[in-house]
């Protein structure tokens, strides 16, 4: 068989693995009412973030000073904080953030660990020594504890957290996505192409890309959880959002003073926190149950 047949048979296969796992998604998600929900969820709270200026009753950062730290009521739904600022209001624009640094955070985690662990695992060697063991140092460190320490030598910003988050969980993204390279790349139609002398770009990129991109996707959606949780505990600590952003974690350290006589400050922006991380942790292990059903047996 000629060099252009195996690229060309090499190519149909994995177009009919990309359109069968395509139309798997579909099928199977709409099949599992938690990922259903979870799925929702995240385009409900997507929407609630894009649409911020149209939903917020009132402009997040006006203070108030004759509605100081007033219960929830008909003028401020969810009622206001020390300063008089409406609850609501800022709990609406914190989604617009909180899914900006979320995303910006996951997309530094995605390219970067994908490059890392894909130069590991196919080039392997020394090149793979040298890499994962810088990884294994950076493992070493809960990922908080080093987003800290980024923030900490990068100065306290919330751009300096999006991308403290994003460098922290880079380690872990590396790894996987090294030990998804080499399983792809044992595979025989890769070995194929080696043999017939295909250029590395291409089976890299027309290959082992395409298939490990199921395994990168369902790692990021769980990531964005973690990425907001830790947003939210650097801002919580006066290391992200500097005020008056209106920010989860911000929200949070602003209402903690306050918790015994206006209760409402940390319990909405805690809610908000909880019910997003859960619903994207439950949208990413449905993701890895549809990609790989083995993991529900």
Same mark, same amino acid.
């Given at each position: ?7 060309t048979?090499?190519?149909?296969i994995?177009?009919e693995?990309?359109v069968?796992?395509?139309t798997n998604?579909? %099928?199977?998600m709409?099949s599992?009412?938690k ?14 973030g894009?649409? @911020?200026?149209?939903? @917020? ?6 203070p108030?000073f004759?509605a ?21 209001s800022r709990?609406?624009?914190?989604? !617009?953030?909180?899914?900006?640094? @979320? /995303?910006?955070?996951? %997309? ?5 660990g994908?490059i ?11 090149v ?11 493992l070493?460190?809960? %990922?908080?504890? &080093?987003a800290?320490?980024?923030?900490a030598i =990068? ?13 922290? %969980?880079i380690p872990s993204?590396? !790894?996987?996505? !090294?030990?998804?390279t ?18 590395h ?9 395409p298939?490990?991109?199921? /395994? ?8 964005v959880?973690?990425?907001? =949780?830790? /947003? ?8 992200g @959002? ?8 911000a929200m949070l ?8 006589q206006?209760?409402? &400050?940390?319990?909405f922006?805690g809610?908000a926190?909880?019910?997003v ?7 990413g292990?449905?993701?890895r ?9």
């Open positions: 068989m000629s060099q252009n047949q195996l690229e048979t090499s190519y149909d994995e177009n693995q990309e069968y796992k395509s998604l579909l %099928s199977r709409y599992k009412k990922v259903f929900i979870s799925f929702l969820i995240i385009v409900f709270v997507i929407i609630i894009i649409a @911020a200026p149209w939903i @917020a009753p009132h402009d997040p950062n006006e108030y004759d100081l730290l007033q219960p929830p009521s008909a003028e401020h739904w969810l009622g206001t904080d020390n300063l008089g600022r409406d609850t609501f709990l609406v624009y914190g989604t !617009r953030v909180t899914l900006q640094v @979320a /995303t910006i955070a996951v %997309s530094i985690t995605l390219v970067i994908t890392i662990g894909i130069i590991a695992g196919y080039v392997g060697g020394i793979d020594n040298i890499l994962m063991r810088i990884m294994d140092v950076l070493a460190m809960p %990922s908080i504890i &080093l800290m320490a980024i923030v =990068l100065g306290p910003s919330l751009t300096n957290a999006m991308i403290a988050v994003g460098i922290s %969980s993204f590396a !790894r996987l996505t !090294r030990s998804a080499l399983s792809v790349k044992s595979l025989t139609y890769v070995e194929a192409s080696h043999a017939i002398g295909t250029s770009a291409r089976i890299i990129f027309k290959q082992i890309l298939n490990i991109m199921s /395994t990168i996707l369902v790692y990021a959606s769980l990531n959880g973690i990425a907001i =949780l830790d /947003t939210a505990a650097l801002s919580f600590i006066g290391l @959002a500097q005020p008056p952003t209106a920010e989860w974690g350290s602003d209402g903690k003073d306050y918790i015994k206006a209760w409402w &400050l940390v319990t922006p809610v926190i909880t019910i991380v859960f619903a994207f942790n439950i949208f292990d449905g993701l149950d549809i990609y790989d059903p083995k993991a529900e047996e």
